[in-house]
């Protein structure tokens, strides 16, 4: 155990490094794409004068050589400035800052809810595989989880905002309702309903059919052959014995996914225009506002790697067979 | 159209007074109502406010509502009083003399001055991606504070509308006059100062602009209490939100699905004919410098097959018009008087055929790439035309390959570049063709790696002479005889072969909102005529 804090800096170091070589490849594929911020800006403004264009070229320093950019770029992450965005002229903290909650609500939302019910579902299913139900949540599944996300959001607009006018249409609150009221609360939340339902829908898929298979694989366990030979009830051998252990490999893949959190809600967002993350990541790929694309995709990065080291130093700690570092 | 009732008809007087209920840009006046929220669906993202500095749709149409402007035009190019009362031009066309309203205020009530007015067109001058408007501008003298005299190098019978809202802004000297970069300054978004109808009350970026009545506006109206722009990034979003009356307004559309839809329902109206000075020009331009199309013959040959009927009836279903050359029908300089090439493919396989461009085995003469924007709003002008080209010039052997671009920079880097050969467009005209038609012509405008300059690398010392008189000309009729000459030429070199225009629309509730303006400008116009009905 002395050697664990060595351990642990080491392990911080490479993820630093990590971070830094994603920072540079980012820096360059986006400098490989055809056309700049320039261009984006000539075509919202209808034309342009070639003084324009050296203008906000030597402004954003796009004038310099690409090394020198580079140079400038990792040097300011190194003090944790990610710049300004080129299109919106704000710093690329704030962008981030005032779009991640409103994408992490989606999210967790989203996510919360179908690993409660997904689990839910595939126990049921597991209890009798051959039975109705277990096919239904194969089926289920499988047009879940294989459907395209933002053609699902396209059908719950047409059937529940235009069909069956329940929901709205876009948005995340009606815009003249002031944040902190209930009222906009509740607004937030009938906003909420489609994109979440869209995002669920995945996510359930995917942790019905993972509990459905754990669940399966738990049940046919000695212990369990034991607890119900002992004459516990079927309720207590599969909720309390079977059950728990089932979780465990559940519990692993949602934290895994929770890393990803940011980069799942892309396209919902695009087709409910959600203002969060994602969709302002798209903005900003398709209008080459660099600042703001390497602002998103570096703090991305963070979070995933940040959770990737907390899961190897987790996994330490509870399970002595994954010793970091051991040699055997 | 009676010459007085152009904008600028040589060097008469052409003071006007406003009248109540007959202004510029009203469809409907009788009894406005006061009170009441408009709520607007769009796309628009505006990088900022400031109309003086930055041109686009995404700024003009809140900008007009936030700043006043010196002049307004109305749904006939007339010019009408706004900031300024009445105005004089010089007999020899190097000054105007404009005086302005007493009693005007800025939102934050400072008197607005001819310093002002003077900082603003300067400032416009100095920043405004559109130089042409007011290159010639000199100097703005200021001989009393309700007088501008404004001095140029040249005759300018642009000037007039450019003058005009969006084109220009009125801006407050004590704002945005403290010495920052005027294009990057911070009241450019948050605690805008302007004069006109309304001021902002909220901005949030990505999701909504809050403008609240400016009450102490110096003209009639406006009669709403506020505008809400929402920003809904999917068309189909704002049509179900048209549709069940969340929303009282839909503007710049021209996507013909959506408007056949929005068209069936009653309470919907869907305006045409408005937005005629922004005159997007939708067309095939030709790169001059590749091989075949260096050749006239080849790009009159293309231009004999194409059927532009078949374009705006078949595949616009009627909601977009022909366009016969470089200046939009509905615009004082207009002229249908030229070769306007119906189709015959006989004769272009012909012409072809004559030139020397013999068919292979295959049945193919040559192989041309095609472009095309890439905007989704706009896919049934550029993406499907690009598309339709591929069969229909099979038919006079022209094997068409369309090259397919991801986002607007990745198309904007290839045709600035000059790496095309052919390319979809729509430059917009811009109300007046110094302002967004010389520019695709003029030989010195070639300018590699400036999107939108004379692209096509046409070089033509008689346009370059024609366009050089045509925008220093104040007489009316003179000025209209060099533009008919113009696009005589242009219809025979072809450096561009025209196929429509995109006729923008505005779709509104017609239970809930009445006064939408009809100008020239569609929206992109002071909202202080349109009110609520309920």
Not at chain 1, 292 to 306: E, N, P
Not at chain 2, 19 to 43: E, N, Q, S, W
Not at chain 2, 186 to 191: L, V
């Amino acid at each position: 155990m002395a050697n664990i804090s060595i351990i642990v800096v080491k392990r911080i170091l490479n993820a630093a490094a990590l971070i830094l070589a994603v920072v540079i490849l980012n820096f360059l594929l986006i400098h490989i794409a055809p056309g700049d911020i320039v261009d984006t800006i000539a075509g919202e403004m209808g034309g342009i004068s070639p003084e324009l264009i050296a203008e906000i070229r030597a402004d954003y320093g796009l004038d310099k050589p690409l090394y020198e950019q580079l140079g400038l770029y990792v040097l300011r992450i190194l003090q944790g400035d990610l710049g300004h965005s080129f299109f919106y002229d704000t710093p690329v903290v704030t962008l981030i800052w005032d779009a991640l909650p409103q994408t992490l609500l989606l999210v967790i939302t989203a996510l919360s809810l179908a690993l409660v019910i997904g689990t839910i579902f595939g126990v049921i299913a597991a209890r009798r595989p051959n039975g109705a139900f277990s096919h239904l949540i194969t089926v289920l599944a499988l047009v879940g989880f294989s459907a395209p996300v933002f053609w699902t959001g396209i059908m719950f607009l047409i059937a529940f905002a235009s069909f069956f006018p329940l929901f709205p249409p876009a948005g995340m609150a009606a815009p003249d309702l002031q944040p902190g009221s209930l009222d906009y609360y509740l607004d937030v939340l009938h906003h909420m309903v489609l994109p979440v339902l869209t995002l669920a829908l995945i996510y359930l898929a995917f942790y019905s059919r993972l509990s459905r298979a754990s669940m399966l694989d738990v049940l046919g366990s000695d212990y369990v052959r034991t607890a119900r030979a002992k004459g516990l009830s079927e309720r207590v051998v599969v909720y309390k014995h079977a059950l728990r252990n089932a979780l465990i490999p559940i519990v692993t893949i949602a934290g895994l996914q929770f890393a990803q959190v940011l980069s799942g809600a892309v396209l919902v967002e695009a087709v409910f225009t959600w203002p969060g993350l994602g969709t302002l990541a798209l903005e900003a790929i398709l209008r080459r506002d660099g600042p703001t694309i390497l602002g998103i995709l570096f703090f991305s990065s963070v979070v995933v790697v940040i959770f990737n080291l907390l899961t190897d130093l987790t996994y330490n700690l509870i399970d002595p067979r994954i010793r970091l570092g051991s040699k055997e | 159209m009676q010459k007085s009732r152009i904008l600028f008809s040589g060097t008469k007087l052409v003071a006007a007074v406003a009248l109540a209920g007959a202004v510029a840009g009203t469809a409907h006046a009788a009894d406005p109502k006061r009170g009441g929220t408009l709520t607007i669906v769009d796309t628009a993202n505006p990088r900022h406010f400031n109309a003086a500095v930055q041109s686009g749709v995404a700024t003009m149409v809140p900008g007009a509502q936030l700043f006043a402007t010196l002049l307004r035009l109305d749904g006939q190019f007339k010019t009408h009083p706004y900031l300024a009362t009445d105005w004089k031009i010089a007999d020899d066309g190097l000054s105007v003399t404009l005086n302005l309203r007493k009693g005007a205020k800025f939102h934050d009530g400072h008197d607005i001055t001819s310093a002002d007015v003077a900082f603003s067109l300067k400032a416009n001058r100095d920043n405004h991606p559109f130089k042409a408007m007011f290159a010639p501008l000199q100097e703005v003298e200021t001989p009393t504070p309700n007088q501008v005299v404004l001095r140029l190098k040249q005759p300018h019978p642009a000037l007039m509308l450019a003058l005009t809202a969006p084109l220009s802004a009125i801006i407050p000297k004590h704002v945005y006059g403290d010495g920052q970069n005027i294009k990057k300054h911070p009241r450019n978004t948050k605690d805008v100062v302007g004069s006109g109808p309304f001021r902002l009350a909220a901005f949030k970026r990505r999701e909504h602009i809050i403008l609240e009545r400016n009450d102490n506006y110096f003209m009639e109206g406006p009669y709403l209490d506020k505008i809400v722009m929402q920003n809904f990034g999917q068309v189909a979003s704002q049509i179900i939100a048209m549709e069940q009356g969340k929303a009282d307004m839909m503007h710049w559309s021209s996507s013909s699905r959506t408007l056949a839809r929005l068209k069936k329902s009653k309470n919907l109206t869907v305006t045409s004919d408005h937005y005629v000075a922004i005159g997007p020009n939708n067309w095939i331009a030709f790169n001059l410098k590749q091989k075949q199309l260096s050749d006239v013959r080849v790009r009159q040959a293309i231009a004999y097959a194409v059927d532009r009927n078949f374009v705006t009836k078949a595949l616009h279903g009627g909601f977009s018009k022909p366009s016969t050359g470089p200046i939009v029908p509905g615009t004082p300089y207009y002229t249908d008087a030229v070769e306007l090439y119906d189709v015959d493919l006989a004769k272009a396989n012909k012409i072809l055929d004559d030139a020397g461009y013999g068919k292979g085995g295959d049945g193919m003469r040559f192989t041309l790439k095609v472009d095309y924007l890439p905007a989704a709003a706009i896919d049934e002008n550029q993406k499907a035309i690009a598309e339709y080209l591929k069969p229909q010039l099979k038919k006079i052997g022209i094997n068409v390959v369309v090259r397919v671009s991801p986002d607007f920079p990745t198309w904007s880097n290839y045709v600035r570049n000059w790496d095309f050969d052919m390319t979809m467009d729509v430059p917009f005209n811009w109300g007046d063709p110094v302002i967004g038609v010389h520019r695709t012509y003029l030989s010195n405008n070639i300018k590699k790696g400036v999107i939108w300059s004379n692209t096509q690398n046409y070089a033509n010392s008689e346009v370059d002479a024609i366009l050089a008189k045509a925008g220093v000309e104040l007489d009316l009729d003179k000025r209209k005889g060099h533009y008919a000459k113009f696009q005589k030429i242009l219809a025979r070199d072809l450096p561009v072969y025209p196929v429509n225009v995109i006729a923008y629309h505005t779709v509104f509730n017609n239970k809930a909102v009445s006064g939408v303006p009809d100008t020239v400008w569609g929206t992109a116009h002071p909202l202080d005529r349109i009110y609520k009905l309920k």
